[in-house]
């Protein structure tokens, strides 16, 4: 599997009453290793993923499946193993 660095750009206010099943998402990912390292800035503007898999494309397709994914946008680097 490839490491890939994460940038989470928040576009606009989040719906807070989705943040209890986003945390509960990311946990399952930690739990299974999709998600490596989670960085979250002090006014919650931006998150940092450390996030594993075979392509960039794999990554795109995991993010549209975080509760807040239509509140954000999203840089994805490959990472030197």
Do not use: C
């Not at 890939?4 to 945390?23: G, H, K």
């Not at 006014?43 to 807040?68: A, C, H, Y």
Request: charged share 25%.
């Amino acid at each position: 599997m490839k490491r890939w660095m994460v940038i989470v750009n928040f576009t606009r206010q989040v719906d807070l009453a989705l943040i209890p099943a986003e945390r509960a998402h990311v946990q399952e990912l930690m739990s299974q290793k999709a998600i490596e390292a989670i960085y979250i800035a002090s006014d919650n503007s931006k998150v940092w993923l450390v996030m594993q898999g075979e392509r960039s494309e794999d990554i795109e397709q995991s993010l549209t499946l975080f509760p807040l994914h239509e509140y954000f946008e999203t840089e994805i680097i490959g990472l030197n193993p």
